[in-house]
């Protein structure tokens, strides 16, 4: 017999969404009767004039489990029947408030277990305890966590707590570019609170219309506001190398050709501009992919290849006149380039 089965039981699903749903029902019922438009919510049954409280959503969770019952581990979990169907998987973004939201096992407290989807949790007051199962942390106002599909995790808010959290589907969060954090985001949301907020209430109106061209975007810009409260991104922003410096790639380029065949070195070459190898390998690398002694190799070869086609001088000549240190050298490089000897080379551009 599963757990939904059983007939004494007369709460919601601890651990699930559902007591929020139980709730609006059982207010939209008391304010207006005749919607019918919650019907199929699986509310629990509560007896007239009796009011809903944090002790009553929580009692399930407090109180010890009968002794007559079955082990954990051996509860199974059917879905909820809406209109004589399973409920699907949810494919797009629910918004829940931060107090209606506890997960774990039915353990008292309750152990992590995986949710298939990515969980952002962002409080506002109080405090949300989130354990892991090697870790356990205690989220404050203004701390925000995103939490990736198919980890374990349990969470408890404290009372008093308020916030809120955002269940982002894994074919949703294939949308963003850039990717959402593969490694999760704990962060302070700081002043960014207002603009993550819309941009939350924004995609969960959107992910109503599995159609909606705007989906792409708001999950763009979600995933931008993640980024901009990561601190690890943010350090690997300001580690990034500066703009690669043009002009001087420009110079030292001309300089290398004017003297491929008087062996001058990388550094004596960065002397003469005024700079280092170190700095001058960092702007050929930005600008052009290449260290700078890579650059004098192109160069060396884009002359010999333009002698051999325009020219009658010998291979060894040219060898001599590029500044490679013998013929047999010149060969070998030229080889590993074009895969042909010089000669052969010439003939065949011939």
Same mark, same amino acid.
């Given at each position: 017999?599963?757990?939904?089965?059983?007939?004494n039981?007369? =709460?919601?699903f601890?651990?699930?969404p559902?007591?929020?749903r139980a709730i609006n029902h059982?207010?939209?019922?008391?304010?207006n009767?005749?919607?019918t438009s /919650?019907?199929?919510?699986n509310?629990?049954?509560? *007896?007239?004039g009796h009011?809903?409280?944090s002790?009553?959503?929580?009692? @399930?969770?407090?109180?010890?489990?009968p002794?007559n019952?079955?082990?954990?581990?051996k509860?199974?979990?059917?879905?909820?029947?809406?209109?004589g169907?399973?409920?699907?998987?949810?494919?797009?973004l629910?918004?829940? @408030?931060?107090?209606?939201f506890?997960?774990?096992?039915?353990?008292?407290? *309750?152990q992590?277990?995986?949710?298939?989807d =990515?969980t952002?949790?962002w409080?506002?007051?109080?405090?949300?305890?989130v354990?892991?199962?090697?870790?356990?942390q205690?989220m404050?106002?203004?701390d925000l966590?995103?939490?990736?599909?198919g980890?374990a995790?349990a969470?408890? *808010?404290?009372p008093?707590?308020?916030?809120h959290?955002?269940?982002?589907?894994v074919a949703?969060?294939?949308?963003? !570019?850039?990717p959402?954090?593969?490694?999760g985001l704990?962060?302070?949301?700081?002043?960014?609170g207002p603009?993550?907020l819309?941009?939350l209430?924004?995609l969960a109106v959107?992910?109503? !219309?599995?159609e909606?061209?705007?989906?792409?975007?708001?999950?763009n810009?979600l995933?931008?506001?993640l980024?901009?409260?990561?601190? #690890?991104?943010?350090?690997?922003?300001?580690?990034?190398? @500066?703009?690669p410096?043009?002009?001087l790639v420009?110079?030292?380029?001309?300089?290398a050709s004017q !003297?491929l065949?008087?062996?001058?070195?990388?550094?004596d070459?960065?002397?003469?501009?005024?700079?280092?190898?170190?700095?001058?390998?960092?702007?050929?690398?930005?600008a052009?992919g290449?260290?700078?002694?890579q650059l004098v190799?192109q160069?060396?070869? #884009?002359?010999?290849?333009?002698?051999?086609? /325009?020219? #009658?001088? *010998?291979p060894?000549?040219?060898?001599t006149?590029?500044?490679?240190?013998?013929?047999?050298?010149f060969?070998r490089?030229?080889?590993?380039?074009?895969?042909?000897v010089?000669?052969?080379?010439r003939?065949q551009?011939r």
């Amino acid at each position: 017999m599963s757990l939904h089965e059983r007939p004494n039981w007369s =709460h919601v699903f601890p651990f699930s969404p559902s007591r929020l749903r139980a709730i609006n029902h059982f207010r939209s019922t008391i304010e207006n009767p005749s919607d019918t438009s /919650n019907a199929d919510v699986n509310a629990p049954q509560i *007896p007239d004039g009796h009011s809903l409280n944090s002790a009553d959503l929580l009692s @399930p969770l407090l109180q010890p489990a009968p002794s007559n019952s079955r082990p954990a581990e051996k509860l199974t979990r059917r879905p909820v029947a809406r209109a004589g169907r399973p409920v699907a998987r949810q494919t797009g973004l629910r918004l829940l @408030p931060l107090e209606a939201f506890i997960w774990g096992s039915v353990a008292v407290p *309750p152990q992590p277990r995986t949710r298939p989807d =990515h969980t952002l949790i962002w409080v506002t007051q109080g405090r949300m305890q989130v354990d892991f199962p090697r870790r356990h942390q205690i989220m404050r106002a203004g701390d925000l966590r995103l939490i990736p599909a198919g980890t374990a995790f349990a969470a408890l *808010p404290g009372p008093n707590a308020c916030g809120h959290v955002a269940l982002i589907s894994v074919a949703l969060a294939a949308h963003a !570019s850039p990717p959402l954090p593969d490694r999760g985001l704990s962060a302070h949301i700081g002043q960014h609170g207002p603009r993550f907020l819309a941009t939350l209430n924004d995609l969960a109106v959107e992910a109503r !219309s599995p159609e909606s061209a705007t989906i792409a975007c708001l999950m763009n810009l979600l995933a931008l506001r993640l980024g901009q409260l990561d601190p #690890e991104r943010r350090r690997t922003q300001a580690q990034s190398p @500066p703009q690669p410096d043009r002009p001087l790639v420009e110079r030292f380029i001309a300089l290398a050709s004017q !003297s491929l065949g008087c062996c001058d070195l990388v550094a004596d070459m960065a002397q003469k501009l005024g700079t280092t190898t170190a700095i001058l390998d960092r702007s050929c690398i930005a600008a052009r992919g290449q260290r700078a002694i890579q650059l004098v190799y192109q160069l060396r070869l #884009e002359r010999a290849v333009d002698l051999l086609r /325009n020219t #009658e001088q *010998p291979p060894a000549r040219i060898a001599t006149e590029l500044g490679y240190t013998s013929h047999a050298h010149f060969t070998r490089a030229f080889v590993a380039a074009t895969g042909r000897v010089p000669e052969i080379f010439r003939a065949q551009s011939r």
